[in-house]
């Protein structure tokens, strides 16, 4: 129901813009986010939007996710990316969350299959 895409391979300092399109359901009035996970490491909040967005604080200043609820789609916009910025993209949905745990992954009942970004030089 969420299919992501736009990851590959940039050089740092380099940009990427990730698209996440939700079908089958609607998720309006709820959160759409990204998480990400990196090699030998455990998955991690990078952003969330329903009406405000917030961030980790690793890629505030660098990143901007947006939503289209016309199109059901979410996106993350990555600009001055880092080594460190490389991973498996999971964009994730859910209508439950309540603004204390948009970071925590469990609260997300929906997720995409991950689309991968690399950061090499």
């Known amino acids: 129901q969420l299919q992501a895409s736009g990851g590959g391979l940039v050089q740092p300092g380099g940009s990427l813009r990730l698209s996440c399109a939700a079908s089958?359901?609607?998720?309006?009035?709820?959160?759409m986010g990204w998480f990400r996970q990196a090699p030998g490491k455990e998955r991690e909040f990078v952003a969330s939007?329903?009406?405000?967005?917030y961030y980790a604080d690793s890629v505030k200043g660098r990143f901007t996710i947006s939503r289209d609820n016309a199109k059901n789609t979410v996106y993350l916009q990555m600009n001055s990316l880092k080594l460190e910025d490389t991973g498996v993209y999971y964009c994730?949905?859910?209508?439950?969350?309540?603004?204390?745990?948009?970071?925590?992954?469990?609260?997300?009942?929906?997720w995409g299959q991950g689309t991968l970004v690399t950061v090499s030089s």
């Open positions: 994730a949905a859910g209508n439950g969350i309540i603004q204390s745990t948009i970071p925590d992954g469990t609260r997300y009942d929906y």
């Open positions: 089958g359901r609607t998720f309006r009035n709820g959160y």
């Open positions: 939007i329903r009406w405000n967005a």
